[in-house]
């Protein structure tokens, strides 16, 4: 697992000062999970890493922003089950980003995280951005974005962090799905390393809003 947790970790670059933690403590009547979320002030190292691929006991969050205002990914955060009228599973959402070089993600909560992951990094306002045209696109413009925040307020302003996927390695509930498939920690990263792009290639994609208000 160590070569597959430095690589995952490579992936998952953040904020060089803390990082989050997150204990499930119940699952609530709708199916979402419930805990404790934490953010501690030190860096996330490849033990957290390591901890969290094998099952730990919390699952591992990373503070996107990094101190220099730049994010080498990004997230939409889509609560399928919330927006009844598309109607949509998470294998219909999958097939309309095939040709996008955003990945999805099973949420904790059986919704979708879609990855935007960029190297080198961009500014953070460059990657929300980008971020909301692809939620508009894809008919969730509202959409939760992360980051949060395109820089911080204060020297002790930590910023929002985001749960990452594949807690419990290859036996987790949030995988990786492509072309329908779910997909195992290994193609996860080879998938990601497929679709990272840059800043330029990014620049490059204008969006084709969805109509959701037409007959």
Excluded at 18 to 28: C, D, N, T
Excluded at 53 to 60: F, Q, R
Excluded at 148 to 162: F, L, P, T, V, Y
Aim: some cysteine.
């Amino acid at each position: 697992m160590s070569d597959l947790t430095k690589e995952f970790m490579k992936l998952f670059q953040g904020y060089e000062q803390a990082h989050g933690q997150y204990r499930v403590q119940k699952q609530e009547s709708d199916g979402k999970m419930s805990g404790r979320a934490l953010t501690i002030s030190e860096p996330a190292t490849l033990n957290h890493f390591e901890s969290h691929l094998n099952g730990g006991e919390y699952i591992l969050g990373i503070i996107m922003l990094r101190e220099n205002n730049s994010c080498n990914f990004g997230v939409i955060d889509i609560d399928i089950r919330g927006e009844v009228k598309l109607n949509e599973t998470l294998d219909q959402l999958e097939a309309k980003i095939k040709d996008t070089p955003l990945v999805m993600c099973r949420s904790k909560s059986g919704g979708a995280h879609l990855y935007l992951f960029c190297e080198p990094a961009i500014p953070a306002i460059d990657m929300v951005a980008k971020l909301n045209e692809f939620a508009a696109t894809l008919g969730y413009g509202g959409a939760e974005i992360f980051p949060k925040q395109i820089s911080r307020a204060n020297e002790r302003d930590r910023g929002n962090w985001i749960n990452l996927c594949y807690w419990d390695g290859d036996k987790t509930e949030r995988y990786a799905i492509s072309k329908g498939k779910k997909l195992k920690l290994k193609e996860f990263i080879e998938l990601v390393e497929k679709k990272t792009t840059t800043f330029e290639a990014l620049d490059k994609i204008k969006p084709d809003l969805v109509d959701n208000f037409s007959d």
